[in-house]
């Protein structure tokens, strides 16, 4: 309802600007201004207000109205915080033109006192050179030095006017100094481990101290190529902004965030965005260029936008004819080599046999332990943890000799290193999980062992069928005759009778009844796979997993022996004790298992947080 007004004592006659003239503007002197009451409260007069500098301004009109005494030029512009509130000031001395991307850098930062210091002393030109992956120190006044961190993301946030960094903490003395994993208001801008990173504004950050290197001191912000330049830069560039696909060469692997160099033209930038695009056969890049290509984009393809950089500087190409930025590859290689994996103490073998004992749920117990998650490995991780963490009953196969010299390397890997080591120290590092994968592609059974997603009953065929090749451990009998399997997969359609949610007993019974098979003989252990047809399409919503499962009527009555006692049998019926249940959830794996003995719970997940972008932390 108020406004203010700074009023001119000079005359005010109308001039045109020039188009050439900014729309936004910095206040580089402190100013008084009138405040004007509204209407209703007029009797109250009208009283003085200081504006200060650094206060950013924004044009009062697309076309500027100047006005002129014959001696300086006074534009129109309204405060950025206050559109009511107008102000006449001159260009070249009490306030300052801003591009477009300044005004956003300025607009962060909360105080007029900051931003005005960070005009003055060019930090802004210096602000608009940094790119994803630059290093940087964070400036705090809860800490005497500044944080070093790397810039992870650059640009708006909800909530937040103006261009923000979003930084990952990378010195180890304050690596839970962060208030963020890189989400702001549940939106993810980037990836790191719990309060490893945080989003703050051009002021609090500055030129990394810690990296002496000619690039790191560079301020000036990427210049436009001359005409000569752009024939050269941009000569494979088709119209519609993306190169041509000859002579592809293997994807090394990139996300959004990677620094890459096109290989054919030599152009250099950020992954914006992976997707599958129109007209592309394989996987493509959105790239945001350092430099401006003639006939490149703003992020936009095909009409559709996919992301947002100046004009000229997006650009899209499969991923195959990208690599890794190596104008940064030695800085990488050493920053690389300074990070530990905080794991690296336990080790990487035990030789020696480890069995269960009674209290081995407490080994489990934290952080940094269980196995340690790599390169897509949650499947294999929840997988084995299920099967021998806190039970031996799938042991013998560990102390059988395999078949084959292949089956047996194997065999020591998951044993000796794997298995042996969680056990005693209650922790497996991703160097152990990762030889195993690498030896299981390496037989050709299935491709893509060692680095895809995969499923557990990929991971157990394998390691059942053409590994290990140990023996069948189920027997069913069908109507054709009996078929030794590893598991028992559940293959029905909904019953709308049974009482909802429904136990893997009862759907167990159900499919044998309505296929007609039964188990030949008592079974020692059983695999059972529930019911999963993707997040859309379920069979039922829930299933219960019952800690007991009755397998006595499912077994041939000449099978069943009413004189066992074991720990299967219970008033001559033959019983199994839930020991673990695998989960998935947006495709990733985790483990509940159970100490029997106990009967207490441990739930396991292989990638419960993250160190560096780079070490997955079990819990």
């Given at each position: 309802g108020s406004c203010a007004f700074v009023d001119s004592l000079t005359k005010q006659l109308p001039l045109r600007l020039s188009q050439t003239m900014g729309r936004y503007a910095i206040l580089l002197i402190d100013t008084v201004a009138e405040q004007q009451v509204s209407y209703f409260l007029s009797f109250l007069g009208s009283s003085s207000i200081k504006i200060v500098k650094g206060e950013l301004l924004i044009a009062v009109s697309e076309e500027l109205a100047p006005v002129d005494d014959e001696a300086t030029m006074l534009y129109n512009f309204h405060l950025a915080s206050d559109k009511n509130t107008t102000l006449h000031l001159d260009i070249d001395g009490s306030s300052a033109v801003l591009t477009d991307p300044e005004f956003m850098l300025l607009q962060a930062v909360t105080?007029?006192?900051?931003?005005?210091?960070?005009?003055?002393?060019?930090?802004?030109?210096?602000?608009?050179?940094?790119?994803?992956?630059?290093?940087v120190d964070v400036d705090d006044s809860w800490v005497d030095a500044p944080v070093a961190a790397i810039v992870r993301y650059i640009g708006e946030i909800s909530d937040h006017c103006g261009t923000m960094f979003g930084v990952e903490i990378v010195d180890e003395e304050f690596s839970a100094w962060g208030d963020s994993d890189g989400t702001w208001k549940g939106v993810r801008y980037f990836k790191c481990k719990a309060n490893g990173g945080s989003f703050v504004p051009l002021d609090k950050i500055s030129r990394a101290l810690h990296v002496a290197t000619e690039d790191s001191a560079k301020t000036e912000v990427p210049r436009a190529p001359q005409d000569s330049e752009e024939v050269k830069t941009t000569a494979a560039i088709t119209s519609s902004g993306h190169c041509d696909e000859n002579e592809a060469t293997t994807n090394p692997g990139f996300e959004i965030g990677s620094l890459v160099q096109v290989i054919d033209p030599p152009l250099y930038g950020v992954i914006r965005v992976i997707e599958k695009l129109p007209g592309m056969q394989e996987m493509a890049a959105g790239i945001e260029l350092e430099e401006y290509g003639k006939k490149c984009t703003d992020g936009t393809w095909q009409g559709k936008r996919y992301f947002t950089c100046p004009p000229g500087r997006g650009f899209f190409c499969p991923l195959s004819k990208l690599k890794a930025d190596q104008r940064f590859a030695d800085f990488a290689a050493k920053f690389d080599s300074l990070l530990k994996n905080p794991l690296e103490r336990c080790p990487l073998e035990e030789q020696e046999h480890q069995s269960v004992f009674r209290d081995q749920l407490a080994k489990y117990l934290g952080?940094?332990?269980?196995?340690?998650?790599?390169?897509?490995?949650?499947?294999?991780?929840?997988?084995?943890?299920?099967?021998f963490a806190l039970s031996d009953v799938f042991d013998p196969m560990l102390q059988t000799k395999a078949r084959d010299p292949a089956g047996e390397e194997i065999r020591g890997m998951l044993w000796k290193g794997i298995v042996n080591p969680l056990r005693k120290n209650g922790v497996v590092r991703y160097e152990s999980v990762m030889s195993l994968r690498n030896k299981l592609e390496d037989l050709g059974k299935i491709k893509g062992i060692n680095q895809d997603e995969k499923d557990p009953e990929?991971?157990?065929?394998?390691?059942?069928?053409?590994?290990?090749?140990?023996?069948?451990?189920?027997?069913?009998?069908?109507?054709?005759?009996?078929e030794k399997e590893f598991f028992v997969q559940l293959f029905l359609e909904p019953d709308e009778s049974l009482k909802l949610p429904p136990t893997v007993g009862q759907l167990l019974n159900k499919m044998f009844k309505e296929q007609n098979i039964s188990f030949s003989e008592a079974p020692k252990k059983l695999l059972i796979q529930i019911p999963?047809?993707?997040?859309?399409?379920?069979?039922?919503?829930?299933?219960?997993?019952?800690?007991?499962?009755d397998v006595t009527d499912l077994i041939d009555p000449p099978d069943l022996d009413t004189s066992q006692s074991n720990e299967e049998c219970t008033d001559a019926r033959s019983s199994l004790r839930l020991l673990s249940v695998i989960c998935i959830k947006t495709s990733h794996y985790v483990?509940?298992?159970?100490?029997?003995?106990?009967?207490?719970?441990?739930?396991?997940?292989?990638?419960?947080?993250?160190?560096?972008?780079?070490?997955?932390?079990?819990?």
């Open positions: 105080t007029p006192l900051a931003r005005f210091k960070a005009y003055k002393s060019g930090k802004c030109t210096w602000g608009l050179s940094l790119k994803v992956g630059d290093p952080k940094e332990r269980g196995i340690q998650g790599h390169y897509n490995s949650c499947y294999l991780d929840a997988t084995v943890f299920g099967l990929e991971f157990l065929n394998m390691l059942f069928k053409h590994s290990l090749r140990v023996d069948s451990f189920i027997s069913i009998r069908r109507p054709y005759g009996i999963r047809y993707g997040k859309q399409f379920k069979t039922y919503e829930k299933v219960v997993a019952g800690l007991q499962l483990c509940f298992a159970r100490a029997i003995s106990q009967n207490r719970w441990i739930f396991f997940d292989s990638m419960a947080d993250r160190l560096y972008d780079k070490f997955n932390i079990p819990e």
